[in-house]
């Protein structure tokens, strides 16, 4: 039902696709894991059930489609856009470790920060032990993090990180998911060899692309509530709805 939604939207502006836009979409997907085609349709399409046309058509032509549709309907990036896109990728960026705390452990998280705000190895201990799996293998250590945020990057991590100096560690953070304790390590000088103006026209497609990634889900919304799909099952024999057991005597 939904790549048909999009599929009508998309049919009523009398636009097309071509076989190679589709494979040129395929290509992009498989550069950003690092993959040929070959090596996507042997090990990453069996687990999704489906041959590399398949995935073509279920996948990669509906978002194409959106994007188009999205594209269409964006005001053009601005030069602050790319200014902030610029200074997110080449400016300076703070080297941290993160701990993080699910919901439920609140009173687990307090005390826990009583102990690792003033000392390094409680810190460094915890970060190891710390219940996110992902973090705790790599010491609560994540990629730098940029003083200026990017489109999409402007989350509680990054509130907490961009305000750091080095080896200052922020207050508890009450997230949407739980709580996180962020600490600076190093800043790391913006880097001077890169050009505004020389990069400007490679930072473009990244900008789109974000801001796609934005709106695309608003968009898509859009077009279902445009679209008021209705749901209608038929079966051709009618069936009697069984009649519960009766509760066992005690």
């Given at each position: 039902?939904?790549?048909?939604?999009?599929?009508?939207?998309?049919?009523?502006?009398?636009?097309?696709?071509?076989?190679?836009?589709?494979?040129?979409?395929?290509?992009?997907?498989?550069?950003?894991?690092?993959?040929?085609?070959?090596?996507?349709?042997?090990?990453?399409?069996?687990?999704?059930?489906?041959?590399?046309?398949?995935?073509?058509?279920?996948?990669?032509?509906?978002?194409?489609?959106?994007?188009?549709?999205?594209?269409?309907?964006m005001?053009?990036?601005?030069?602050?856009?790319?200014?902030?896109?610029?200074?997110?990728?080449?400016?300076?960026?703070?080297?941290?470790?993160?701990?993080?705390?699910?919901?439920?452990?609140?009173?687990?998280?307090?005390?826990?920060?009583?102990?690792?705000?003033?000392n390094?190895?409680?810190?460094?201990?915890?970060?190891?032990?710390?219940?996110?799996?992902?973090?705790?293998?790599?010491?609560?250590?994540?990629?730098?993090?940029?003083?200026?945020?990017?489109?999409?990057?402007?989350?509680?991590?990054?509130?907490?990180?961009?305000?750091?100096?080095?080896?200052?560690?922020?207050?508890?953070?009450?997230?949407?998911?739980?709580?996180?304790?962020?600490?600076?390590?190093?800043?790391?000088?913006?880097?001077?060899?890169?050009s505004?103006?020389?990069?400007?026209?490679?930072?473009?497609?990244?900008?789109?692309?974000?801001?796609?990634?934005?709106?695309?889900?608003?968009?898509f919304?859009?077009?279902?509530?445009?679209?008021k799909?209705?749901?209608?099952?038929?079966?051709?024999?009618?069936?009697?709805?069984?009649?519960?057991?009766?509760?066992?005597?005690?």
């Amino acid at each position: 039902m939904n790549t048909q939604i999009i599929a009508h939207a998309f049919g009523r502006r009398d636009w097309g696709i071509t076989g190679d836009d589709v494979l040129a979409a395929l290509d992009e997907d498989c550069k950003s894991l690092g993959m040929t085609r070959t090596q996507f349709a042997k090990d990453v399409l069996p687990r999704h059930g489906k041959t590399l046309d398949e995935w073509a058509e279920d996948v990669v032509v509906p978002r194409l489609m959106l994007a188009r549709l999205c594209q269409a309907k964006m005001p053009p990036i601005t030069e602050a856009e790319l200014r902030r896109a610029f200074d997110a990728k080449y400016g300076e960026k703070v080297s941290c470790r993160v701990i993080t705390w699910t919901k439920d452990k609140g009173t687990e998280a307090q005390g826990a920060y009583e102990r690792i705000h003033e000392n390094e190895n409680e810190f460094s201990d915890y970060a190891r032990r710390q219940s996110e799996p992902a973090l705790a293998s790599n010491g609560g250590r994540v990629l730098p993090i940029s003083r200026t945020p990017t489109i999409n990057g402007d989350n509680a991590t990054h509130r907490a990180a961009v305000k750091l100096k080095a080896g200052e560690i922020s207050p508890l953070i009450k997230t949407e998911t739980g709580f996180i304790v962020v600490k600076c390590d190093r800043v790391i000088p913006a880097d001077k060899s890169k050009s505004f103006e020389a990069e400007k026209p490679m930072l473009l497609p990244e900008v789109v692309n974000a801001r796609l990634e934005k709106e695309i889900p608003k968009l898509f919304d859009e077009l279902k509530r445009e679209a008021k799909p209705k749901f209608h099952l038929a079966f051709t024999d009618a069936m009697v709805l069984p009649k519960p057991l009766p509760a066992p005597k005690k």
